[in-house]
C-alpha cells in the first residue's frame, strides 16, 4: 500500500557531491521520521540519517558536516545531500519511512525503498 523509490545515486569522485531522492506514494495519512540508511554486502545495515515530521535531524557521525538530509512533506519527500565524498562512503543507499497508513482502520508502519548504488571511486 505503501511505496518508496530512491534516486540519485550514481558513480563520483572522491571529493565529490550526489544528491538522493526517495518519494513515498500510496495510502498515505502522515509520515512520521524519514531518513536514510545504507548497506555494504556482507555488513549489517548501518543508519546514517533521519529527519522528524518537525525537522530536527540526526546524524551518524561518520557523515556529520558532510551529508544533509531535508525533506519535503507536500511531496512526500526526503532527500539526502552527500559532500566531500569518500571511497568509503560507497554502499547502497536505502530510504526508510515511518508511516501511518490511511486504509479502512488507519496503522503505522514502516517501509523501505530498494535502494540506489552509491560508488565513490577514482
Known amino acids: 500500500q505503501v511505496q518508496l523509490v530512491e534516486s540519485g545515486g550514481g558513480l563520483v569522485q572522491p571529493g565529490g557531491s550526489l544528491r538522493l531522492s526517495c518519494a513515498a506514494s500510496g495510502s498515505i495519512f502522515s509520515i512520521n521520521a524519514m531518513g536514510w540508511y545504507r548497506q555494504v554486502p556482507g555488513n549489517k545495515r548501518e543508519f546514517v540519517a533521519t529527519?522528524?515530521?518537525?525537522?530536527?535531524?540526526n546524524y551518524a557521525d561518520s557523515v556529520k558536516g558532510r551529508f544533509t538530509i531535508s525533506r519535503e512533506d507536500n511531496d512526500k519527500s526526503v532527500y539526502l545531500r552527500m559532500n566531500s565524498l569518500k571511497p568509503e562512503d560507497t554502499a547502497v543507499y536505502y530510504c526508510?519511512?515511518?508511516?501511518?497508513?490511511?486504509?479502512?482502520?488507519?496503522?503505522?508502519?514502516?517501509?523501505w525503498g530498494e535502494g540506489t548504488q552509491v560508488t565513490v571511486s577514482s
Open positions: 526508510n519511512a515511518d508511516v501511518v497508513v490511511a486504509a479502512s482502520y488507519r496503522y503505522r508502519s514502516s517501509y
Open positions: 529527519i522528524t515530521s518537525v525537522g530536527i535531524t
